[in-house]
Each structure stands twice: as C-alpha cells, then as structure tokens.
Nanobody, 127 residues
Framework: QVQLVESGGGLVQAGGSLRLSCAAS????????MGWFRQAPGKEREFVAAIKWTGGNTYYADSVKGRFTVSRDNAKNTVYLQMSSLKPEDTAIYYC????????????????????WGQGTQVTVSS
C-alpha cells in the first residue's frame, strides 16, 4: 500500500503561483510513476501532469503545458506541482495519484492507470 497526502492548495489571484506537494509513504519503493489530476465542480476528473519516479520523464495536459511543472524529490518521497500564471479555470480539487508498476502502452493520462489516490487539495483562482 502507498499512502498519499497532498498539501499546498489555497486561494490565489489570477496570474499568481502555487506549489502543491504530495508526500508518499508506505511501499514507496514500488512506485513507478506519480500523477496529478484535478476535478472542477460539475466536471470529470482530468489529467494534469505526471512524472516517472525513475528517470524523471514528465507528461502534461495541453491546458497546463508551459505553466505547470511537475518534479520529484526521491529522498523525500515527494512529488511537486509548481503552478504559475494561474487562471480561474484552474480552480479545482487537485489529486495526487501513484502507479505501482510499469506496463507497456501506458499513457500516464488515464485515471485507471493509477493504483493509489490522495484525498485532494483545493485550489481556487480568483479573477
């Protein structure tokens, strides 16, 4: 089992920045990749960004490319999402997710590709 705890959410004005953190505990040595998803009111949960635990390959949704940066600190078992140039449409609950193992044809963008989820942290961007 892997436990995930997100932090760093809050209220920010449009154009501002926030950094989210996701601390992993438990069987973290078995983690293959970490992802960030978000869910706005009345909408489905959508992919934001992902990173491979080994190698550091990153993946982004088109809507956040160039504004958000995903990174990890292996020593701290923590993944970060640096969000800049925030827009009101970025308002959502942000969830961290972990995938335990490698598999061919992974996209890293689909919810079912992840095994563990955090409880989420609210990000609100005011106009």
């Amino acid at each position: 089992q892997v436990q995930l705890v997100e932090s760093g959410g809050g209220l920010v004005q449009a154009g501002g920045s926030l950094r989210l953190s996701c601390a992993a505990s438990g069987r973290t040595f078995a983690t293959y990749a970490m992802g960030w998803f978000r869910q706005a009111p009345g909408k489905e949960r959508e992919f934001v960004a992902a990173i491979k635990w080994t190698g550091g390959n990153t993946y982004y949704a088109d809507s956040v490319k160039g504004r958000f940066t995903v990174s990890r600190d292996n020593a701290k078992n923590t993944v970060y999402l640096q969000m800049s140039s925030l827009k009101p449409e970025d308002t959502a609950i942000y969830y961290c997710a972990a995938r335990a193992s490698a598999r061919a044809s992974l996209t890293f963008r689909l919810r079912y590709e992840y095994d563990y989820w955090g409880q989420g942290t609210q990000v609100t961007v005011s106009s």
